[in-house]
């Protein structure tokens, strides 16, 4: 199957929710998706809900466990703020060097009847231990620089040898 792109992936967009439409309450606690990707920003996005709403962005994949469709973003809404806000805090700039850790994810996206206007909330389980990263430093450690790089002229000799075959005169 061909990945769908999609401007952002969120729970209804990957389960191609209707407008004005809500998923069926379950019976019982159903997996809907896995999700996963790296985050290599965070943005302060509010919503109607939550105005100190993070909007992740990096590379994503999601896969709906009911045909294995393949859904492609560069933005990523969870179901689940805190997993959402405490990413989005592992990506912030250090404040000691200002570089970003981009950070490693992947979670299995479910749902189960619940207490919610909807009669359902969704679940947000970690597959992996999210992992902050430096991609850069990864590659780095990847090139051998003496193969690619021409190599480096011999370091200049400081102690020349004086004229006269280092030997003073008297």
């Known amino acids: 199957m061909t990945p769908i792109p999609l401007k952002k992936i969120t729970a209804k967009d990957v389960m191609e929710v209707e407008k004005g439409k809500l998923l069926q309450v379950p019976d019982k606690h159903t997996q809907l998706f896995v999700v996963y990707g790296v985050v290599t920003a965070s943005l302060k996005k509010p919503s109607k809900h939550d105005a100190n709403q993070m909007l992740l962005m990096g590379r994503f994949k999601a896969v709906r466990a009911s045909d ?33 850790n981009e950070i490693s994810l992947a979670f299995n996206v479910g749902y189960k009847a619940g207490a919610s206007p909807t009669g359902y909330v969704f679940t947000c389980e970690p597959v992996i231990d999210y992992k902050v990263q430096d ?18 002229a011999g370091p200049a000799s400081s102690a020349a040898a004086p004229e006269g075959g280092g030997k003073g005169k008297k």
């Open 68 to 100: 294995r469709q393949e859904f492609t973003s560069q933005q990523l809404y969870l179901p689940d703020r805190d997993y959402q806000n405490q990413l989005a805090t592992a990506n912030c700039p250090d404040r000691e060097t200002g570089e970003v």
């Open 135 to 152: 991609a850069l430093a990864d590659v780095e450690k990847q090139i051998n620089f003496d193969k690619v790089l021409p190599a480096l």
